[in-house]
């Protein structure tokens, strides 16, 4: 066993001896020494219950004849760090999440390791710590949060919340409308109810192989969600036994099936950050351009918050991520040879599948779309391309010129909307939010909430070389490379631009001359950081592009 370089012998008496003041047994020390990574803490509603999933994973793997030691992960909770410095600390973590959990993995030699996460950076950060180990791993997610319901009986989210806030500013909600939201939004822990980031990417560790069916849309609140934990803690131990490892499932193949699944479900534009990272800690390269390619040839499927009225308790009732796997392998979208974390393939896992709701998951005949769920944009705004998701613009917005309002920051931006001076047809540009420029590339919940809350959804654009959180719908193009903080071409957009967007051609395109554009580039410098000094300051130096998946170097 790997854990034998911390246990057999006589030169490791000495690590014993620290065994035995933690209370383990020689005993239990004879047994597979399982590491249980747990992203447990007060602060994140996603994660509140990982205490009881922990529980439940050290069950199993006890069951299964292993001994399990528990270690913790930080998260951040996006929606309370958002609109304010905080949303700078997000994307960065993902990374820190990535380095601790390596750094505790191999200086204490465990033979396998049980990954819980829940919410956005810290569900890809163990994936790509996973990769990086590279010893048997596998995944149990803290599951999704139930829909709210207001008092009239509609179901509700924190996508609606956000744009109460936009309502109330354009006089379209009182304070007690935005009360009634801010009580009903969230009813439940777990990961909030839409298809956001963090339901994305934990849908998207079932499709890529790394999670047991239903990780991605068993409710938190259930006690099915407890039986899957200790079943994830027996499955350690078998895949301790076989050896196999992440690197073993996580192949080019499992990543075009991942990729193939997020544009059916119509998941978050943050996992074109997250695929390419994950990838690369694999030695594999997604490139952007790829993503056109998939989607050109995978129908929409789903249509979940926010672009539906439909939740991720829905979606399991209709058969989960396996369910749309299903669908999609009709067309032969998939690569069904694949191995993945129950020791058996793909085609193997998906036998007897049902798809028991085809309003929620369209037929592969039927869907919503013949193309996916979010699409890469290139043009001379954005050389290097920007994504947005597709399946949530209004189909009035697929296509779109207006002049450029031109905003420093997000903070400018939100100021200019809530004072009511953005009009229909505008396109709204806030940049120097990139990797580097923020630096930490924020999301832009706060403006793209506000801009539909006030009823601009279907009239006006937003372009960034920010991110937007899963929550945001609407014309939000994001990701915008090279970033303006690298002289990309975003830095050079003045007031009254002509900005034309072609969503089906997946063209962005900014209406002015070369020579134009050659004086302005010649005038330009870039600011000084808005953050010198800490955490932010070392990530804006190693950062890469959004293109690439804002990976360190």
Same mark, same amino acid.
């Given at each position: ?6 246990k057999?012998?006589?030169p ?10 933690l209370?383990?047994?020689?005993e ?9 990574v ?9 994660h509140?219950?990982l ?20 270690f913790p992960?930080i ?6 760090a958002m609109g304010?410095?905080?949303?700078k600390?997000?994307?960065v973590?993902?990374?820190l999440?990535?380095?601790s ?5 191999m200086?204490h ?15 890809p ?11 048997p791993t596998?995944?149990c ?6 829909a ?7 179901r ?6 956000f ?5 109330y ?6 304070e007690?409308g935005?009360?009634e ?5 969230c009813?439940?822990c ?7 980031t963090?339901n ?12 047991l069916?239903?990780n991605?849309?068993?409710?938190a ?8 934990a200790?079943?994830?803690g ?5 895949l301790v ?8 499932i ?12 997020d544009?059916?479900?119509?998941c978050?534009?943050?996992t074109?950050?997250?695929l390419?990272a ?9 490139d952007l ?7 050109s ?8 918050a926010? $672009? #539906?009225?439909?939740y991720?308790?829905?979606l !399991?009732?209709?058969g &989960? ?6 669908? *999609? =392998?009709?067309?032969?979208?998939l690569d069904?040879?694949?191995?993945t ?27 919503y ?7 890469v ?11 947005v998701?597709?399946s949530a ?9 207006g ?14 909307i809530?004072?009511g001076?953005?009009? $229909? #047809?505008d396109?709204?540009?806030i940049?120097y !939010?990139g990797?580097? &420029? ?6 832009m *919940? =706060?403006?793209t909430s ?14 960034t ?6 929550a945001t ?7 915008v ?7 990309g071409?975003?830095a ?5 631009d002509?900005?034309?967007?072609d969503?089906p ?11 134009t ?7 330009w ?10 955490y ?10 959004a293109?690439r998946?804002?990976?360190l170097?």
């Amino acid at each position: 066993m790997r854990s034998d370089n911390v246990k057999k012998g006589v030169p490791t008496a000495p690590n014993r001896s620290l065994f035995y003041a933690l209370g383990y047994t020689r005993e239990e020390l004879e047994r597979p020494l399982i590491g249980v990574v747990c992203s447990y803490n007060e602060i994140v509603p996603g994660h509140m219950n990982l205490d009881k999933i922990a529980e439940a994973v050290k069950a199993g793997v006890r069951a299964a004849g292993g001994t399990p030691i528990e270690f913790p992960a930080i998260a951040v909770c996006d929606g309370i760090a958002m609109g304010h410095v905080g949303m700078k600390y997000s994307l960065v973590t993902r990374d820190l999440i990535a380095d601790s959990t390596e750094a505790m993995a191999m200086a204490h030699q465990f033979d396998g390791l049980v990954m819980i996460p829940n919410c956005d950076k810290n569900v890809p950060g163990l994936l790509m710590a996973a990769a990086r180990v590279n010893i048997p791993t596998i995944f149990c997610s803290g599951g999704p949060m139930l829909a709210g319901r207001l008092n009239d009986g509609r179901r509700t989210c924190l996508s609606h919340m956000f744009e109460a806030v936009g309502g109330y500013y354009a006089g379209k909600l009182d304070e007690a409308g935005v009360e009634e939201y801010e009580n009903a939004a969230c009813p439940t822990c777990g990961s909030c109810s839409g298809m956001y980031t963090a339901n994305s990417m934990n849908c998207l560790t079932e499709a890529i192989g790394m999670g047991l069916r239903g990780n991605g849309t068993i409710p938190a609140v259930w006690s099915a969600r407890l039986r899957l934990a200790k079943h994830a803690g027996m499955q350690i131990m078998e895949l301790v036994k076989k050896d196999i490892k992440p690197r073993d499932i996580m192949t080019p193949a499992a990543f075009h099936n991942a990729e193939t699944v997020d544009m059916a479900l119509g998941c978050s534009t943050n996992t074109m950050l997250h695929l390419p990272a994950i990838a690369h800690e694999c030695g594999i390269e997604l490139d952007l351009d790829l993503s056109n390619e998939i989607s050109s040839k995978t129908p929409n499927l789903c249509h979940l918050a926010p $672009a #539906g009225d439909t939740y991720m308790e829905d979606l !399991e009732g209709a058969g &989960g991520v396996h369910a749309v796997m299903m669908e *999609l =392998n009709k067309k032969g979208l998939l690569d069904t040879s694949v191995m993945t974390c129950t020791g058996r393939t793909l085609a193997e896992n998906l036998e007897g599948v049902v798809n028991r709701d085809h309003n929620l998951i369209r037929p592969i005949d039927t869907p919503y779309s013949p193309d996916g769920g979010i699409a890469v944009l290139k043009g001379n705004l954005a050389p290097e391309g920007c994504v947005v998701k597709r399946s949530a613009v209004a189909p009035e917005m697929m296509r779109h010129q207006g002049p450029a309002r031109v905003f420093n920051s997000e903070e400018e931006a939100i100021e200019a909307i809530y004072a009511g001076k953005i009009h $229909a #047809g505008d396109v709204v540009v806030i940049r120097y !939010e990139g990797p580097k &420029g923020g630096p930490g590339m924020r999301e832009m *919940l =706060n403006p793209t909430s506000a801009i539909c809350g006030m009823g601009l959804g279907e009239s006006v654009a937003l372009i960034t070389d920010g991110r937007f959180s899963g929550a945001t719908r609407g014309a939000s193009i994001g990701h915008v490379c090279p970033e303006a903080a690298q002289g990309g071409p975003i830095a050079l957009v003045e007031e009254g631009d002509q900005i034309a967007i072609d969503i089906p051609t997946c063209s962005i395109q900014l209406l002015a001359d070369e020579e134009t554009l050659a004086a302005r580039r010649a005038a330009w410098t870039c600011p000084e950081p808005k953050i010198k000094t800490g955490y932010l300051a070392r990530y804006a130096k190693l950062v890469t592009s959004a293109a690439r998946g804002a990976v360190l170097e």
